[in-house]
């Protein structure tokens, strides 16, 4: 039944939503890995949201959902260590392009919105089943 459809809205947005806690807290897990795999410092990474559209007839409908995750391509903090293990010939270490309380602020953002997506849903299945109510009567 095309009306279920706002469940399958909902549910993108939440799952769109999830996934950008899991890179959130990637990047916060990693807020002072001087070294990963290929020897530099772990890059931040962001989540980019796309439209996307469900099965419908007649009229398109369009959910969210994750599009990419890309790199964030800004600098490296640089601070003099001379005595950090990775620190260059020249005493400087650098450390991730993560800014913890940026992270913390996009991770309340994220949490807040699904947790709005989620409410979405609940209501629209009360009403859903207020309706089934109103059938029996």
Do not use: C, W
């Amino acid at each position: 039944m095309e009306s279920f459809k706002i469940f399958d809205i909902s549910a993108s947005a939440m799952f769109a939503q999830r996934e950008r806690m899991n890179v959130l807290a990637s990047n916060l897990a990693n807020a002072h890995t001087t070294k990963t795999e290929n020897g530099n410092p772990y890059i931040r990474k962001d989540v980019l949201f796309a439209s996307i559209p469900l099965p419908s007839n007649p009229a398109p409908l369009y959910g969210v959902g994750v599009y990419n995750i890309v790199n964030d391509n800004s600098p490296f903090k640089v601070v003099y260590q001379p005595g950090h293990p990775d620190a260059d010939k020249d005493g400087f270490v650098r450390y991730p392009n993560v800014d913890v309380i940026k992270e913390m602020v996009n991770m309340m953002m994220a949490m807040r919105a699904y947790e709005a997506s989620a409410s979405a849903f609940n209501i629209s299945k009360t009403m859903y089943l207020k309706l089934l109510e109103v059938g029996r009567v």
